[in-house]
């Protein structure tokens, strides 16, 4: 088979981080139905095991692990064990991540720290442990989860913004060291996306006004609504695809138009 069809083969494995809810359970999902064996991965075992769960009933693969992935050690234990198993590890989605709401001045040492260790660390973390082991097959996909903020300026987010602008260099510089190598890596920046983190956040701090700020959250988006998680995991699964065997090094923008008019609010 050549290298640049690894992906399209039966017996091919993805692991997903964050894969326990919201978009990492969508592309969980969308993979898992592309013929994958999905490695669910997240730090609430239970979520874990219920994405899994979920995909083995409708008989298709996966298994779950519970990881964190700031943890450089965990990462890397979770690597050399699938390949001790005899796991041929083709595709990383760095999903997992964290969201922080506040300026420079309002944004504590400890509450940036917590960003960067998930946003930042966590996908270091993730590409570090992997690559040696597609090296080692051949080649693989990487798949890095950025966002709007990665691109354009929003308010109060500063920690956030800091955050996935990371993951947009990481993976342009990713992308160059390892093209030759026939690993490609890209990510998606998207924009709002409908998932249940948005109603908790919601609940927690607009209590009894849900629905008129969860409207104009959505009609930030020029499109008038927010993206599903669905619409983000059937781009992972084409960036993460065969078709896509010439893109790497790309940020792909899912936003409903957010970034071609800055002046929108």
């Known amino acids: 088979m050549p290298d640049s069809d690894k992906t399209t083969a039966a017996g091919t494995t993805a692991v997903v981080t964050g894969a326990g809810s ?14 994958h064996h999905v490695v669910v991965c997240d730090i609430n075992a239970d979520a874990a095991e219920a ?8 008989g298709l693969r996966a298994t779950p692990r519970t990881v964190d992935v700031a943890s450089d050690v965990a990462m890397d234990d979770l690597m050399s064990g699938l390949a001790a198993n005899g796991t041929t590890i083709d595709i990383l989605v760095n999903n997992a991540g964290v969201s922080s709401v506040g300026t420079v001045e309002t944004t504590s040492a400890a509450e940036l720290r917590r960003v960067l260790a998930v946003n930042v660390e966590g996908v270091a973390n993730g590409m570090r442990a992997v690559i040696p082991h597609m090296l080692e097959n ?3 996909v990487i798949l890095n989860m950025a966002s709007i903020a990665s691109l ?8 956030y ?11 342009y510089s990713v992308a160059i060291d390892y093209a030759d190598k026939n690993i490609r890596c890209n990510c998606i920046c998207p924009a709002r996306i409908h ?44 960036l993460c695809g065969p078709d896509a065997a010439f893109i790497t090094g790309a940020a792909y923008r899912l936003d409903g138009g957010v970034t071609v008019m800055p002046g929108f609010e």
């Open 138 to 140: 051949g080649g693989g």
């Open 161 to 171: 913004s800091a955050s996935k602008g990371a993951v947009l260099t990481m993976t």
């Open 195 to 238: 998932t249940p983190f948005v109603d908790g956040y919601l609940r927690e701090n607009y209590p009894g006004h849900e629905q008129e700020v969860f409207d104009k959250l959505s009609a930030y988006q020029p499109i008038g609504r927010m993206g599903a998680p669905d619409e983000v995991a059937g781009l992972a699964a084409f």
């Open 51 to 58: 994405t899994a769960d979920a995909i083995c009933t409708a």
């Open 152 to 159: 354009i300026g929003i308010k109060d987010r500063f920690a």
């Open 22 to 35: 919201g978009i990492g359970e969508a592309i969980a999902h969308r993979l898992a139905r592309a013929g």
